[in-house]
């Protein structure tokens, strides 16, 4: 009879470990999940920055910019990217020349975030991240001979 409730007592222990484990599984790999969710946001934001710093500098081109964006977030699109370009004068002009543009404003748009762990808070649809944006104004523009480490994508 000993025996018996020892085999009992043994499954009871097995059942109730798979339980903590699911549960504790869960949480850990939602805890990554948000992480990833983050580094997905400082990389969309950081891919901004590089974009606006290659129009910048680099003779007006939007696939070049897009291709330095994707660098950092391969999944970007030419729909998510959008690249303005303002004259001297702080008036969006798209149609500028390098010795007329003063500035340009790179935007990620429509960027969706999707959960891979069941824990995405029962979402089953992908997250709408905000849009991230980086203004700056116009350096060189493709005049700089120092700027082909900038322009060239590799």
């Given at each position: 009879m000993k025996y018996t409730a020892h085999r009992q007592q043994q499954g009871a222990t097995i059942i109730e470990f798979a339980l903590v484990l699911m549960v504790f599984l869960t949480f850990f790999f939602g805890i990554l999940d948000f992480a990833r969710m983050l580094w997905t946001w400082n990389?969309?934001?950081?891919a901004t920055r590089w974009g606006a710093r290659v129009a910048v500098v680099c003779p007006q081109d939007t696939a070049k910019v897009l291709d330095r964006m994707q660098q950092f977030l391969p999944q970007?699109?030419?729909?998510n990217v959008v690249v303005d370009w303002y004259n001297a004068a702080g008036?969006?002009?798209?149609?500028?020349?390098?010795?007329?543009?003063g500035a340009v404003?790179?935007?990620?748009r429509d960027?969706?975030?999707q959960w891979i762990t069941p824990v995405g808070f029962g979402l089953p649809n992908a997250i709408a991240m905000p849009?991230?944006?980086?203004?700056?104004?116009r350096e060189a523009m493709g005049t700089d001979p120092n700027s082909a480490s900038v322009c060239s994508v590799s």
């Amino acid at each position: 009879m000993k025996y018996t409730a020892h085999r009992q007592q043994q499954g009871a222990t097995i059942i109730e470990f798979a339980l903590v484990l699911m549960v504790f599984l869960t949480f850990f790999f939602g805890i990554l999940d948000f992480a990833r969710m983050l580094w997905t946001w400082n990389a969309a934001n950081e891919a901004t920055r590089w974009g606006a710093r290659v129009a910048v500098v680099c003779p007006q081109d939007t696939a070049k910019v897009l291709d330095r964006m994707q660098q950092f977030l391969p999944q970007l699109t030419a729909a998510n990217v959008v690249v303005d370009w303002y004259n001297a004068a702080g008036n969006l002009d798209n149609t500028c020349t390098p010795a007329t543009c003063g500035a340009v404003n790179i935007r990620i748009r429509d960027l969706n975030y999707q959960w891979i762990t069941p824990v995405g808070f029962g979402l089953p649809n992908a997250i709408a991240m905000p849009s991230f944006a980086t203004y700056l104004p116009r350096e060189a523009m493709g005049t700089d001979p120092n700027s082909a480490s900038v322009c060239s994508v590799s």
